[in-house]
Every structure is written in structure tokens, then in C-alpha cells.
């Protein structure tokens, strides 16, 4: 079974452009979730999704930040404009509804 | 707003020893816990789960939970280099147990000495 796709693996953009992550969850899973991991810290939730709808996104800057997931299928996650502090792993993650969740590699962010 | 603490670490285990990691979480009505290890540059990978007080064993692991105390912890026996990663703890964001989103402690670096 084919694990949780993300790209790129690496993203550097300079503060204020915008940038964009896909994500392809394993094949069946409803759920799907984004994480942002930043360094020393655990991940934080930014937006779950359940099929392709929005089930949580209290923690999503949603000034800057954009989520997606049209047909209830694949993801992307957008910022714009990046801050800095936007600096991080991003990391997709989804389940089939259990408590089990599958991290995709996660793709790393850095904004100059 | 659930919070997870961990002790960030590290801690240094020699080979062969029990190593113990802990966790305390903030929010009462906490249903769901987890352990999750992360190898450096990698992402998090789930280890063990539990849900009820008592302990719970899985091969060399051992997860347990006293939710009077909000206290989860994981055992790891036998310890070996390839358990040098870091650990994070795991509660569910909402009570509702199943696909919920999670909220994670900072996780603690665990280093084993051979």
C-alpha cells in the first residue's frame, strides 16, 4: 500500500511570496489532516478535512493561509504571503477514520 | 486549549536499560493518548495508542496512563541505538476519540548510549 505523498520535499521563498503544498493521502482515507512542525517544537494542527469538507481549522492563519481538497481526494495547502515565522515542516497526514494517523515525509519550508 | 508537556530532553539511556518517558496533559476529558517516535528529518510514526487507566504492552514497549494524575508514560525495555529518535506525546484535540485531530507535546530527544 502506498504511504501519504507530499511535494516538493523542499521549498525556500523569500518573505512575502506565496508558495503552495500538495498532498496525496492513502488511498480510501477520509480524513486528512495538515500539521505544521516547527523546529523543537511537535507538530500543531492547522486543518482537518473529512471527505472534502472542513471539520477543524481553528488553528489556520487564515489570513495567509488557504486549504483545499477538492473531490475529497488530494490537498494543497497554500501561504500568502509568507512571514518568516512560516519556517517549519509541513506535514499531511491521513486516516480512515480511526485513531490512526499516516504522516506523509512532509514537506520543509524556508522563508529568507 | 489541550496542553501536552514533556520534559524536552535529552535524556541519555545506556544500552539494555529501561528508559522512561513522560508526559502530563491539561485537559481532563482527554479520551485518546498517544506515542509517536520521529527520527531525526523524518516524520512522526505511531507506536503504541491507549485509552484506558492501567498499563499497555506492546513487544519492548510499554505505554501507561493514570488519567487521575494526567499522566501518560512509555517505557521502552531493553533499550537499543535504534530507539534514539525523539518521542512524542499525543492527546486527541476533541474528546470524541476517532479521527480526531491531535495535539502534540514538544516531544523528548532520547539517547542511547551503546
Redesign the interface.
Known sequence: EAGVAQSPRYKIIEKRQSVAFWCNPISGH??L?WYQQIL??????LI?F?NNGV??DSQLPKDRFSAERLKGVDSTLKIQPAKLEDSAVY?CAS?P?????Y????TRLTVL | QKE?EQN?GPLSVPEGAIASLNCTYSDRVSQ?F?WYRQYSG?????IM?IYSNGDKEDGRFTAQLNKASQYVSLLIRDSQPSDSATY?C?V??YSG???????????THLIIQP
Open positions: 477520509a480524513t489532516y523543537g517544537q511537535g507538530p500543531k494542527l482537518q473529512q471539520v477543524d506535514l486516516s477514520g480511526t485513531d490512526t494517523q504522516f506523509g515525509p512532509g | 501536552v524536552s485518546s498517544f523524518k516524520s512522526p510514526e505511531l495508542s512524542l499525543a486527541n484535540r476519540g476517532g479521527a480526531d485531530g491531535l495535539t502534540f507535546g514538544k516531544g
